[in-house]
């Protein structure tokens, strides 16, 4: 029998008062329950006394949150995701919330509150630019994918850590909404009736689904570094100078491309979903040409400070090997761009969408508008393995943009 029981607003209260240096003793506490995503309870706990202090508790849940008990989901996600925040925070310093306490029977991760942040995919909803956003982010890849990698670990340490964050439940879930469900007529899928035609084409594409069987392999099998897993806009928090990546719990060693590609899909859904958030074409023209940006200056950074730790802190004795570094980054980059466009077609036709895309009220104006993210993302996929710079991606949106208008 384990101690496990989710818990109420009070009980959070009750036990943010004992855990030691937390609150001051006369702390007048409120909680409110605010999680909103697919899967846990968040509790934002508040003193209204002095001190002012707050702090966020994320609970799992034994079931998927967004279907109910009828989808149960190990609790050991929680302990999987503050072992990464804590790792997280000691090889990128500041980039991730602190954890201040872990509790594996209630599966509950205590930790610092961000609500001065916002989620950034609200921000980019309503046209927000963050400058430091690309320099952050490609740093945070660079050092977390460098850093946990064979390039950098030694080989009985880098296994170790695969098996402690072994995830394989949390991975099922992405093989199956990311991978499989989205290429047929999965009973999970949801999409908006008007792109049926659209849909029904990429079911009907042997070429693409052996593209996407080709990735799912890689998914499945290439344990290359410690990745975040689902490093959606929804999973990163922001000002416009600061940055903090939330909710590792899909975190398992993968392949480097996925987390990559994550950031950028989601970039390019933000770009596609503009076709119906903003009206004026000059404004909407600038505000794609800065997302464009941001993916050229993201991948610049990361592939800069890769190659900095590759110099500097490779141990692995092939990373010498004249060429190497070339290949390894050249490979690198199509596979984030083949994971970018399977990120992007799951999110419009599988279970589990984005705001970007379904805030668009009027239901053709979104098609448009998914109708080019569905684009996009199949042309990443089929012409990946002729991409080689990041340029040759922002190129082939732009290419697609204009075919599509
Ligand atoms: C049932 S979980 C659905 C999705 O939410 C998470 O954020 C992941 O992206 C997952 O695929
Ligand atoms: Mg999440």
Redesign the pocket.
């Known amino acids: 029998m384990t101690a496990y029981r989710s818990l109420t607003e009070e009980e959070a209260i009750a036990y943010a008062r004992n855990i030691p240096n937390l609150f001051p003793e006369d702390a007048d506490l409120v909680s409110r329950e605010i999680g909103d995503?697919?899967?846990n309870l968040v509790f934002h706990i508040t003193d209204r006394g002095p001190s002012g202090k707050s702090i966020i508790f994320k609970q799992a849940l034994p079931y998927?949150r967004?279907?109910g008990e009828s989808?149960p989901?190990t609790l050991d996600r929680a302990r999987i995701e503050s072992e990464a925040l804590i790792l997280q925070n000691e090889l990128c310093p500041g980039f991730v919330p602190e954890v201040y306490h872990y509790d594996t029977d209630l599966a509950l991760t205590v930790m610092e509150d961000l609500s001065s942040h916002v989620i950034m995919r609200r921000g980019l909803i309503v046209g927000e630019r963050y400058p430091e956003f690309a320099r952050h982010i490609g740093t945070f890849l660079a050092r977390i994918l460098f850093l946990t990698s064979d390039l950098a670990l030694n080989p009985l340490e880098k296994k170790r850590r695969v098996k402690q964050f072994l995830n394989p439940e949390l991975c099922k879930?992405?093989e199956d909404?990311?991978f499989t469900d989205p290429y047929f007529d999965a009973e999970t899928n949801e999409f908006n009736p008007l792109i049926r035609d659209a849909v029904e084409k990429i079911w009907n594409s042997g070429k693409l689904k052996l593209e996407i069987a080709k990735l799912k392999e890689k998914f499945l099998t290439q344990a290359q570094a410690l990745l975040h897993g689902?490093l959606?806009t929804?999973?990163i928090m922001i000002t416009k100078d600061d940055t903090k990546i939330i909710?590792p719990e899909?975190a398992y060693y993968g392949p480097m491309g996925f987390d990559i590609g994550a950031v950028i899909a989601n970039l390019l859904l933000s770009f596609a979903s503009q076709e119906g958030h903003i009206q004026n074409s000059e404004a909407r023209a600038s505000y794609q040409a800065y997302l464009l940006q941001t993916i050229e200056e993201l991948w610049a950074v990361f592939e800069q400070e890769f190659r900095d730790l590759w110099q500097e802190k490779s141990i692995e004795p092939s990373s010498h090997v004249p060429g190497y570094a070339d290949d390894y980054i050249s490979r690198l980059l199509q596979d984030t761009a083949g994971f970018a466009g399977c990120k992007m077609m799951?999110r419009v036709i599988?279970?589990?969408h984005v705001a970007d895309l379904d805030s668009i009220e009027d239901l053709q104006l979104r098609a448009d508008a998914e109708t080019l993210a569905l684009s996009i993302g199949q042309n990443l996929v089929l012409e990946r393995t002729s991409i080689n710079s990041i340029h040759d991606i922002t190129d082939l949106v732009r290419r697609i943009q204009l075919q599509e208008a």
Do not use: Y
């Open positions: 995503g697919n899967l998927a967004v279907v989808w989901l879930i992405t909404l990311v689902d959606h929804g999973s909710d899909f799951r599988g279970l589990a």
